[in-house]
């Protein structure tokens, strides 16, 4: 019996597209040479059908139009290919009399007028003969590469397959993957989209066929790929409005969306047509997506839609992106503006103040799409525009863009009454429709937009790899103060309500130095916390010297940070000298790009009452919007940036791997500011929060929210069958309710969803899970011995290739959320050597309690074979370990004022916070 293999993979996965409606042919029965890569006859044929009266010599030219687009360079290629499809084009009659006619290659609207077809062992030649494992085709056009490797053998991944494509294909067969804007990379058990630009790490999964359903995993994830991708409607909808590439051709970017992107804008599209004005509510409804997940190309998916194929549903719409900060509207509008020909309009513009907006508007009474600050409207100086054809899409809708009430202001002519910037904003289109964009919804968020219509929780981005996991390390910079010190603040404050100080003001100092600051900017401390910052931080560069460490330090206040910054440069002055980059291999091109930067540099907006060295050194606004681009630039010598307020919201930087925190944080804020370090990026297993200031309740809560070979060859092979057969009675036993005939006598397709149906089964209870890969571990091992013995019955064989499959499955399963076993297991070595050293990591997502050190617990953790297992393990062990982290932390302190001394026990003995 033949091991399902990487063919009848390929022979299942066929069979699926033949149930959503695609013919399958064997590239060797299509008649062609090996250099052209269009099926004419299904081209012609379809041409034919859309418009009968074309003549041969305009087929021709029709034809030839997309058959002879320019293979080099790749990219440009692969983009004008994109466009032609994708906008059509109009011919210029044979009868010149005639008007041009506008020829489209694909039915956009009409989806039973296109020709599907799956085309498996399709050869190509270039610079080499090469042979896609699957293509689809459109109306004769290639428009998807698929490659599998099979999912039976844990030592192939999909990785192999993403090279492949990526560099292999693109460089030796360019003239099919000019056509290819879609690619799938498999292996049975991971099946992940992109583009054949994509890097291997921006590949995802497709884990539901509709919006309500619930997401899947595994070989599952197989099949809503299929049906929830690649459904004819949903293939051409995906088509047409979610890939995505922009105006310059600068950068090799090609950008296609993920199922929770796609899904989101529909619903904010039909949420807002059901509540437009004047006959709904004009709330369009709130998406709640998590934090990096990609709420700003779902906003840009959703405008597209709106600005184009739904025009006239609402009115050849105006619609203007609202967000709350200078540095998130450059973000945005950098991306909006870099999409004029996907949005199919020239005005989309970033608005610099009121009155630009007011002139956008009266020229223009439709379309357009404009980016600009709430804080533009931030007095009330009347109405903009009346029309009902305006769309407000809030991003990061909370906070100023939420405050439409009132509050009471004492000015020189009495008391007035003020509102908050969303007042005014509604008062100057109060017939506009309003839909908010949040990682972090409050009530006031649901008032003010409407209900949540979807949403995408920190959770599910971990778990489908768009987001990396936060993990979480608490440190202390203890103070201790002396009992002498004590005495003499209290006999100061004595003596000076003897001397006839003012009570009040003798409490309001008393209250004013008994504040948190004092305890965060006591010299010794700050030395404390630069010192263990500049440790920890080298710590990370040398373990793992080929991940670019990024990272932020997060002050509670400017003159903190200054502090910090002053100590910084005392301890590694090296860090301070200017330059653009300490690599030697960049290029001029790249150094070019570069300005001469300390390591270290300070992030805050200037103060009125600023020393002259603080003024200077926190610049204007030239001068910040220069360190963030270079900061988001990975050759750049800026690596540590030390905030206070900005960048901690919206603000983007994938390399940004570690982020102190000495502030602290509440609500939205915190998961705002933790989330910078949850970007995907290449090498970085998950972002590291290290905790000097006890934010960890506060962020759970936010988060809550929101056998050994023998000397003798002869006996070791008797003893390993009797191994494996007693191995193999133990797996029947456990899965003897499970019917496996599919398997042993059914068609691909059939064996491949009883794959499936098993690896259901035995995960359906975890003490099911655990004894089965327990077993089936050490089945593997004698099997292997076993096997090419010729011992074993073709049932025995047979039967350890059902369970051996169904084994690797489950463990690709369980890996899916890192992007190899070598870093998940460099990701567990740094955890126990953390844990050695009494420093914990923790997983903020998920919240579990196992007992430290416990004999079971350590048996347990070292019988486990997988290494996401002993991840997983390991972290509860270290989630125990923060929670207890502290309560030895007991501090002398004697004879001193009461309110300094509840804060330093506050800040000493965090139980509940660290």
Not at 28 to 50: N, P
Not at 72 to 100: H, K, W
Not at 215 to 225: A, D, E, K
Not at 459 to 474: A, H, L, N
Request: proline share 3%.
């Amino acid at each position: 019996m033949r091991k399902f293999d990487e063919e009848q993979l390929e022979e299942a996965i066929i069979n699926l597209f033949v149930e959503q409606s695609y013919t399958h042919l064997r590239g060797e029965d299509i008649h062609r040479k090996y250099e052209d890569v269009l099926i004419e006859e299904d081209l012609t044929s379809f041409l034919h059908s859309q418009y009968p009266d074309l003549t041969q010599a305009e087929t021709e030219t029709i034809i030839n139009r997309i058959k002879f687009v320019p293979t080099s360079p790749l990219y440009t290629a692969n983009r004008q290919a994109f466009f032609l499809i994708n906008e059509g084009f109009d011919l210029v009659r044979e009868n010149q009399s005639e008007i041009p006619l506008h020829i489209e290659f694909i039915d956009f609207e009409n989806i039973e007028n296109n020709y599907f077809k799956v085309v498996s062992q399709f050869t190509v030649s270039g610079m080499r003969d090469r042979r896609p494992d699957m293509l689809i085709f459109v109306n004769g056009i290639p428009i998807a590469i698929f490659e599998f490797k099979t999912a039976i053998r844990e030592d192939t991944t999909i990785y192999d397959a993403w090279e492949q494509i990526f560099y292999r294909y693109n460089r030796d067969i360019p003239n099919l993957t000019k056509y290819c804007f879609l690619s799938v990379i498999s292996d049975g058990a991971n099946t992940r989209l992109g583009s054949i630009f994509t890097p291997y790490q921006y590949y995802y999964s497709w884990n539901k066929i509709n919006e309500n359903e619930k997401v899947s995993h595994g070989i599952s994830s197989l099949l809503t790929m299929i049906k929830g991708a690649f459904s004819n409607k949903r293939l051409v909808n995906i088509l047409r409005d979610f890939v995505y590439y922009p105006d310059s051709e600068a950068k090799d970017l090609a950008i296609v969306t993920r199922y929770p992107q796609y899904f989101a804008a529909y619903k904010m599209l039909e949420s807002i047509k059901d509540n437009l004005k004047p006959y709904g509510s004009g709330k369009g409804g709130t998406y709640f997506g998590a934090t990096g997940s990609g709420k700003t190309f779902t906003m840009l998916f959703l405008s597209r839609m709106l600005a184009t194929h739904y025009r006239d549903i609402f009115q050849a719409p105006t619609i203007i992106i609202i967000v709350d900060r200078d540095d998130l509207s450059k973000q945005t509008s950098q991306l909006f503006e870099a999409s004029k020909r996907y949005l199919k309009d020239k005005k989309v513009m970033s608005i610099s103040s009121r009155d630009e907006l007011n002139q956008e508007l009266s020229k223009n009474q439709s379309g357009g799409v404009y980016i600009t600050t709430i804080q533009k409207f931030c007095e009330d100086t009347g109405l903009l525009s009346n029309r009902e054809n305006i769309i407000c899409i809030s991003d990061e809708a909370h906070r100023t863009q939420t405050n439409i009430g009132s509050k009471l202001k004492y000015t020189d002519k009495g008391i007035e009454t003020t509102y908050g910037f969303a007042k005014y904003l509604r008062d100057s289109f109060p017939n506009a429709t309003y839909a908010g964009f949040t990682g972090t919804p409050i009530d006031e968020t649901l008032h003010v937009f409407g209900d949540i219509v979807d949403s995408y929780t920190m959770k599910e981005s971990t778990d489908d790899g768009i987001t990396v996991r936060i993990q979480y390390e608490p440190r202390l910079a203890r103070v201790v103060i002396s009992e002498e010190q004590a005495r003499e603040i209290d006999e100061y404050y004595k003596q000076t309500s003897d001397e006839g100080a003012n009570p009040e003001q003798v409490e309001a100092s008393k209250r004013a130095m008994s504040k948190m600051t004092q305890i965060l900017g006591h010299p010794d401390r700050i030395s404390k916390l630069a010192n263990d910052i500049v440790i920890h931080y080298e710590r990370l560069c040398y373990e793992r010297p080929e991940i670019i460490q990024k990272a932020m330090i997060v002050c509670a206040n400017r003159k903190l940070a200054f502090q910090v910054y002053k100590k910084l440069s005392e301890i590694r002055p090296e860090w301070f000298i200017p330059q653009k980059s300490n690599r030697a291999d960049l290029s001029k091109v790249e150094l070019d790009k570069l300005k001469e930067l300390p390591k270290v540099n300070l992030v805050a907006t200037q103060g009125d009452n600023d020393s002259q060295e603080l003024f200077d050194l926190c610049g204007n606004s030239k001068h910040r919007q220069m360190l963030d681009e270079q900061f988001k630039n990975d050759n750049s010598n800026f690596k540590i940036a030390i905030v206070v307020d900005m960048w901690i919201t919206g603000f983007d930087v994938p390399s940004l791997a570690v982020m102190y925190i000495d502030k602290p944080l509440q609500k939205h804020t915190l998961i705002q500011t933790i989330s910078r370090v949850n970007r995907v990026f290449e090498g970085k297993s998950h972002g590291l929060i290290v905790d000097y200031i006890g934010i960890k309740q506060n962020m759970l809560e936010a988060a809550k929210q929101y056998g050994s070979p023998q000397d003798s060859p002869i006996d070791e092979l008797k003893i390993t069958l009797s191994i494996f057969k007693n191995h193999l009675a133990l797996i029947d036993e456990l899965l003897i309710h499970f019917d496996a005939t599919l398997f042993y006598e059914g068609n691909p397709t059939e064996r491949l969803l009883c794959l499936n149906r098993g690896a259901e089964f035995v995960q359906s209870s975890k003490e099911t899970e655990i004894r089965f890969m327990d077993l089936s571990r050490k089945m593997k091992l004698a099997y292997e011995i076993c096997y090419p013995s010729g011992e074993l019955t073709d049932l025995e064989t047979n039967k350890a290739q059902f369970y051996l499959a169904i084994r690797s499955i489950i463990y690709k399963q369980t890996k899916e959320n890192t992007p190899d076993a070598e870093m998940m297991n460099a990701v567990v070595q740094k955890m126990v050597y953390d844990a050695i050293t009494s420093t914990g990591v923790e997983d903020i997502v998920n919240k579990d309690t196992d007992e430290l050190f416990s004999e079971d617990f350590q048996k347990q953790l070292n019988e486990i074979n997988m290494p996401i297992s002993k991840f997983n393990a390991l972290v509860k062990l270290l989630r125990n370990a923060i929670n207890q982290y502290g309560k030895n932390n007991k501090v002398k302190s004697i004879e001193f004022s009461e309110r300094l001394k509840k804060v330093i026990e506050s800040y000493n003995n965090r139980d509940s916070q660290v």
